[in-house]
């Protein structure tokens, strides 16, 4: 996986290919930003995309009288919501319409939206924790050694996304810096044919299963939520 120096360093020389005007690293990082959210979108939306993302979990203890509960601000959608019973967790039942309900198992509603991502539990637990499984979105690098896979390039990696991931987001990003035409919202000039062409491997090859390894050894990330304010 490229740092992102070196990916503002290849973005730079093609766009210095293809158009006379200088872009500065802010405007390169823009692009590069924009392009890693387009792309984590079309992917969790992706019948076998969603393959190339990780699944992160976010454990939130319940208040009574509380039905609504925010959901991690690095979440695409919402995959599953389970409840503590003792030392087990047991997965909720996902409702399409929300309904009130006062008795039995709670089912919960999510609003999995760009504007409104959080979760809705009918009939109301008055106490205990829930955990959300989630598609998660990763940070974009703060470091120039950072990676989308380790934003700050120190340490363990945080995601696991494929090395194409990187070439995706240079394609696409030099796309909309280059201002190429837009088309069901995706850029269709000769860059956006490259992201195109590129995407559409790296998901057929999440549909046959042969994206990347996952490290081993590795439990799934903890994070803490809360009540909707």
């Not at 995309?49 to 959608?77: F, I, W």
């Not at 809705?120 to 637990?125: A, K």
């Not at 205990?128 to 974009?140: A, D, E, L, Q, S």
Request: proline share 5%; net charge negative; hydrophobic share 30%.
């Amino acid at each position: 996986m490229r740092t992102l120096a070196e990916m503002r360093d290849r973005c730079k020389r093609w766009l210095d290919d293809i158009i006379s005007d200088s872009y500065d690293a802010s405007t390169i990082d823009f692009g590069l930003e924009e392009a890693m959210n387009t792309i984590c979108n079309l992917l969790v939306n992706d019948k076998f995309g969603h393959n190339c993302l990780k699944m992160v979990s976010s454990t939130v203890t319940l208040s009574s009288g509380v039905d609504e509960y925010q959901v991690p601000a690095n979440c695409l959608r919402v995959a599953q919501v389970e409840i503590q019973s003792g030392s087990d967790w047991t997965p909720l039942k996902h409702i399409v319409e929300i309904r009130a309900r006062t008795d039995g198992t709670p089912q919960y509603w999510v609003a999995n939206t760009e504007k409104a991502r959080h979760v809705r539990l009918y009939p109301t637990p008055t106490s205990g924790n829930i955990r959300y499984r989630y598609y998660g979105k990763p940070t974009f690098p703060t470091a120039e050694g950072g990676t989308f896979n380790n934003a700050d390039g120190t340490g363990d990696d945080d995601f696991y996304f494929p090395d194409d991931f990187d070439t995706l987001a240079e394609f696409l990003c030099v796309a909309y810096v280059s201002h190429e035409e837009i088309q069901n919202n995706l850029p269709t000039g000769a860059f956006g044919s490259l992201f195109s062409t590129k995407y559409n491997e790296l998901v057929g090859g999440a549909g046959a299963g042969v994206v990347w390894k996952r490290p081993t050894g590795r439990g799934i990330g903890e994070q803490q939520g809360g009540p909707q304010q």
